[in-house]
C-alpha cells in the first residue's frame, strides 16, 4: 500500500525538521501511542495500541532513520508486531521545503500488513492507513505551530 501527501506547515524548516526528530512530539502525534523513546542517531522503540476494524492489538515495534539530510529529507522506517493480530512495516520519505507561509512538508509512504490484518482487504486497511496518516499530520502540524491566533479570545 502507498500513500502520499503534503501540507503547509507555518513555521520554519528548522523548527519543523526539530520536531520531526523529536520523541516527546512523535509520541504527541502516534495516535494511540502509550510509549515511544529513543533518539534519532539510536532509533526510537514504540509501544502503540490501535483498533483496525475487528482487530485490536498493542504493537511494538522500532522506528529507525536514514538517509538524513538535515534539514531537508530523511527516510523513516518501522516495524511493529501486535501479536496474532500480525505485523506493520513500511517506511516514508519525508521532505521539507521552504515556500510562502512556512514549510512544506511532503511524505510517500509504503506499508505491508500480514497476519489477522492482512485478512481484513486493502480497502479497510488503506483507509485506515490514510486515517492514521492524517491524524497524525494533523496533530503534528497542531503542536508545531502552537495555539492558532485568536484561540481563547472572547
Known sequence: MELTGSRIIAADRDTVWAHLNSAETLAACIPGCEELHGSPEDGFAATVKQKVGPVKATFKGEVTLSDINAPESYRIAGEGKGGVAGFAKGGADVRLADVEGGTELTYEVVAKVGGKLASLGNRIIHGFAR???DRFFD????????????????
Request: charged share 25%; no cysteine; proline share 5%.
Open 139 to 154: 496533530s503534528f502540524q497542531e503542536v508545531v505551530e502552537g495555539p492558532a491566533a485568536g484561540d481563547g479570545e472572547a
Open 131 to 133: 486515517k492514521m496518516a
